[in-house]
């Protein structure tokens, strides 16, 4: 994941710099109340948790209009932000910081041998593309 914004939220919110109180007033995108990966980055890069304002958006996609349109900042999947980072559309709030974070698939017992097949293409792709 990368911490992901667009150049005018980063001008309006860290024209100083990337801080724990420029942080603090930010707003950052939230998945859901399970979500902590926002805090967990900063916890990573800052060595503290923060709770910064968020706006709610369960959309993994959604995370990425918002962060393109300045709505706030998030973690981003990086093979969904690669090219806006490439084209300059989103910046990483600090360069270097990803956040690197284990990816489980889950299935019901139940559907185990229906979706046999699905797991396996899925295991075998995500092999390919992830770390």
């Known amino acids: 994941y990368h911490a992901t914004a667009s150049p005018d939220f980063m001008e309006r919110y860290f024209a100083q710099g990337v801080t724990l109180d420029s942080l603090a007033r930010a707003p950052a995108l939230t998945f859901n109340h399970k979500d902590q990966l926002q805090q967990e980055w900063v916890q990573a890069v800052f060595g503290q948790r923060l709770a910064p304002p968020t706006h709610w958006l369960p959309s993994t996609r959604g995370f990425v209009t918002a ?4 709505l706030g900042w998030g973690m981003n999947p990086a093979p969904l ?4 980072l490439h084209a300059g559309q989103l910046v990483e709030l600090i360069a270097g910081q990803p956040f690197d974070r284990p990816l489980f698939w889950q299935i019901n017992r139940r559907a185990a041998a229906p979706l046999r097949g699905l797991s396996a293409t899925l295991r075998r792709h995500a092999r390919d593309a992830l770390v």
């Open 67 to 70: 962060a393109l349109q300045g």
């Open 81 to 84: 932000v690669q090219e806006h």
